[in-house]
């Protein structure tokens, strides 16, 4: 049996393996692109000084917050407890 032709005288064969290439050469570009992200990442270790002032800023701010207010949400807090459960001091 004589296999079919395309209008350019392609076979379904050659059509398939462009298809096949295609793919091939799309994985190879994302496997670029995920290297070159991981290249990327490796390159940002260095910022650790930055990222601990933020934690360091970010603990500050929350004692401040927790000192100035904890007293005041204390009490909101009860007073939510006490209207769920019906018990009042």
Do not use: N, Y
């Amino acid at each position: 049996m004589r296999r079919r032709s395309s209008i350019d005288g392609m076979t379904p064969m050659s059509g398939m393996m462009r298809v096949t290439t295609a793919i091939l050469e799309r994985i190879a570009e994302v496997l670029g692109l995920v290297r070159t992200a991981a290249a990327g990442a490796r390159d940002d270790r260095g910022d650790v000084p930055g990222w601990v002032l933020i934690t360091l800023m970010t603990a500050g701010l929350v004692v401040l917050i927790w000192a100035l207010a904890g007293p005041a949400l204390t009490q909101v807090f009860e007073q939510a407890m006490d209207s769920v459960t019906g018990i009042s001091p």
